[in-house]
């Protein structure tokens, strides 16, 4: 996700080198993905612990190159401060609060097997000018989340005739599915999240302050809104739509949501 109008810094200087370079808890994070994936692959120890490793770092690192991707953009697009705020290294403590960005995310991936969108990248928007690369700042992240969909199915479907062992492509094919439901998530005209965020530089000056208004409580809404019956059923019914479409075998990601809970033995 995407924030605003935070105050700029006093002082703007070079960009060091640092500031680009990934950092190491994001190099540990990936360390763990390979490891872990490969421990899946040759049922190491105990499996479902391995896909618990697998899934867990790959979600985090999903959420680290989605922010980077807000982040990115919006330092081309005219945002040079926002390199001193850490965000391009692609550590996950940066974004925000470490509860809502990391801890969250991965409890609702745990329970529930859906991807909902971690931390949020702020933004000095009075520093980009024109409203489209605002709207492109907010589409970068749920890009990268489309991305990962089709990369993932792919890997999945060219997995599946090649052979290997189910548990790890069960392991993938939850990846993939998380990665739909943030790339949907993400893409709602919810005040707050990124689909918002997309066309709030658009809207009227009466209807920026309205949503301006509702902005910080984005999470909130989305929450709001999923408890309810009928739109919580159109939305997972649409998600597994797409997943049809996609050709993501259903009964993958639903086994690999059932391996990451190890802890039911």
């Not at 990391?102 to 609702?108: A, F, G, R």
Request: hydrophobic residues 55%; contains cysteine.
């Amino acid at each position: 996700m995407t924030g605003y109008d935070r105050p700029r810094d006093p002082l703007v200087l070079g960009v060091p080198r640092a500031a680009f370079r990934p950092s190491a808890i994001f190099l540990a994070l990936v360390a763990i993905f390979v490891t872990s994936g490969v421990m899946t692959w040759n049922r190491f120890g105990n499996v479902r612990f391995d896909v618990f490793l697998f899934v867990v770092s790959g979600w985090l690192i999903s959420l680290c190159l989605h922010e980077y991707a807000h982040a990115v953009v919006a330092y081309r697009a005219g945002d040079r401060d926002i390199a001193h705020r850490g965000y391009l290294t692609l550590n996950p403590l940066k974004y925000t609060n470490p509860l809502l960005s990391i801890v969250l995310p991965v409890v609702v991936v745990l329970l529930g097997g859906i991807g909902l969108p971690g931390g949020a990248v702020w933004v000095d928007r009075h520093a980009i000018p024109g409203r489209l690369r605002h709207t492109l700042v907010s589409l970068a992240g749920p890009a990268t989340n489309v991305l990962f969909t089709l990369l993932l199915v792919l890997a999945v479907r060219v997995g599946l005739g090649v052979g290997g062992p189910l548990e790890f492509w069960a392991g993938v094919g939850l990846l993939a599915f998380l990665q739909l439901t943030a790339s949907v998530l993400n893409l709602l005209p919810v005040p707050g999240l990124d689909g918002g965020n997309m066309i709030q530089p658009w809207l009227s000056p009466e209807y920026r302050r309205m949503y301006d208004l509702f902005a910080p409580y984005g999470f909130i809404l989305l929450f709001a809104l999923l408890w309810s019956p009928r739109i919580g059923n159109w939305f997972f019914g649409a998600v597994f739509d797409v997943a049809d479409f996609l050709g993501l075998p259903p009964q993958l990601y639903v086994l690999g949501l059932e391996l990451i809970r190890f802890w039911r033995g």
